[in-house]
């Protein structure tokens, strides 16, 4: 414009928008093959992360699968870390050892009502075997036969002391 305000000329400014279209191209290009390349990365990474970090538990379910009442002895094994996975590992292991104390005391009761049950019935057995190799004055079959009452009688109360156990128990 002059100093009158009338319009004397024109300047027009532009860029070359194939720089920018070329700019644009070559960024998404790179988005086309960087993003699908870096999600498998991530797939990958988060994989392996996660199936180290399930290793713990797996193996916890393997050994707890191996226990039997043939192998009550075994434990899990301890993480290295003290987080919830120990505290469950620990906890099963206390259990495992409550159950084995059990196992013991049943094993050990079932020996001992077999020893006890033992002892009356060879005696009744020993009374009769005896009462029958020969004839015997009424008496002496009063006081074989009172003999064989009372061990009855043992086997009887202990019998009735394992049933009060079972309730106990």
Do not use: C, W
Not at 41 to 52: D, I, N, P, Q, R
Not at 60 to 84: F, K, M, V, W, Y
Not at 86 to 93: F, G, P, R, V
């Amino acid at each position: 414009r002059n100093d009158q305000g009338q319009v004397i000329g024109q300047l027009n400014i532009g860029i070359s928008q194939v720089e920018s279209a070329l700019v644009l191209y070559n960024l998404r290009m790179t988005l086309f093959i960087a993003f699908p390349l870096f999600l498998l990365v991530l797939y990958f990474a988060t994989s392996f992360a996660a199936s180290k970090g399930i290793d713990p538990v797996n193996q916890l379910i393997q050994t707890a699968g191996r226990i039997n009442d043939s192998s009550i002895s075994t434990r899990l094994p301890l993480p290295e870390h003290r987080d919830e996975l120990y505290q469950l590992a620990t906890t099963i292991n206390d259990l495992l050892n409550r159950i084995e104390n059990s196992f013991r005391r049943e094993k050990q009761i079932t020996a001992d009502v077999s020893h006890e049950l033992r002892t009356p019935l060879t005696t009744i057995r020993g009374t009769l075997e005896v009462l029958i190799r020969k004839p015997r004055e009424p008496i002496q079959y009063e006081q074989k036969v009172s003999q064989v009452i009372r061990e009855v009688d043992r086997m009887h109360q202990l019998l009735e002391q394992l049933l009060q156990l079972a309730r106990i128990e």
